[in-house]
Nanobody, 115 residues
Framework: QVQLVESGGGLVKPGESLVLSCVASGLAFSGYTMAWYRQGPGQKREQVALITGGGRTLFGDSVKARFTISRDNDRNVVYLQMNNLKPEDTGVYLC?????????WGQGTQVTVSS
């Protein structure tokens, strides 16, 4: 019954911005830590950003000062605001929810940054 559905991916030029959304259902959203991961072509999956239920955030080194993660606990949505996108940001972006020993994943949304 738990579902995480990402949206907002697409094709953008370097330097442009994009906002990803992840809508969660079937879980007590505010009690979960939410995170964005990505996997580029030929790359390992890496954590991009994380936000706890209390609003504390962490960012991967490669996206600091460019990306922002936020959440709306009334709408059960987590966002990833991506600014100044670079070709190396290209990949499948996946939404993750974690609480204790429970973990859920979305199916991902493709982001392609290319000139």
């Amino acid at each position: 019954q738990v579902q995480l559905v990402e949206s907002g991916g697409g094709l953008v030029k370097p330097g442009e911005s994009l906002v990803l959304s992840c809508v969660a259902s079937g879980l007590a959203f505010s009690g979960y830590t939410m995170a964005w991961y990505r996997q580029g072509p030929g790359q390992k999956r890496e954590q991009v950003a994380l936000i706890t239920g209390g609003g504390r955030t962490l960012f991967g080194d490669s996206v600091k000062a460019r990306f922002t993660i936020s959440r709306d606990n009334d709408r059960n949505v987590v966002y990833l605001q991506m600014n100044n996108l670079k070709p190396e940001d290209t990949g499948v972006y996946l939404c993750n929810a974690y609480r204790g020993h429970s973990e859920y994943w979305g199916q991902g949304t493709q982001v392609t940054v290319s000139s």
